[in-house]
């Protein structure tokens, strides 16, 4: 990590995961040794609305308790909010984004006229509907954050995963989400 701090933003909507993503990197970083924030914005979230989670990273203790006005990584769970919000408000030019969608960086970038940054997408629907058999995309969407940032290890959210997972869901639900991870950290494409 460059930076003593790194600030992720969640863009998605009620019902694909950005609340449970943005938590659960942060309880990731927390059992990698590092301090961390995972929260989201409350407001009258309903099943498929507009919705934000944050999470923040630091090697050493966080102090601000607000959300997140000028994020590091984006991380953009479903891609027709490209078309509705401006999901990079805020953000540094040279910034990381991670799209959820077939599309190729290239392609995404003449869509929807992103420039700059490091663009990185990943067919995380896809990858979950077939993984998982549900078409929530977070959990590839935290592979696809992990193979764009380094920030945290692939094998940390594999074995919080089982451990979570395990009490309250059957094997091939565990099985599944940790395929759907790492399938989406191997598929992430960047230019």
Known sequence: MAKEMFEILWHGRGGQGAKT????????????????????????ERMGAPVRGYTRISGSPITVHCQI???????VLDPTLLCSINVLEGADKEGIVVINTPLSVQEVRKKFGITGGKLYTCDA????????????????????????????????????????FSGKFGEKVVKGNIRALERAYNETKSQ
């Open 21 to 44: 993503a943005a938590t659960m990197v942060a309880h990731v970083a927390l059992s990698e040794g590092k301090y961390s924030q995972g929260f989201p914005e409350y407001g009258p």
């Open 125 to 164: 629907t896809k990858i979950a509907i077939e993984e998982i058999g549900r078409s929530t995309p977070n959990t590839p969407m935290i592979g696809a954050l992990i193979k764009a940032t380094g920030i945290l290890k692939v094998d940390s959210f594999a074995k919080d995963i089982e451990k979570k």
């Open 69 to 75: 006005t000028s994020p590091d990584a984006v991380v």
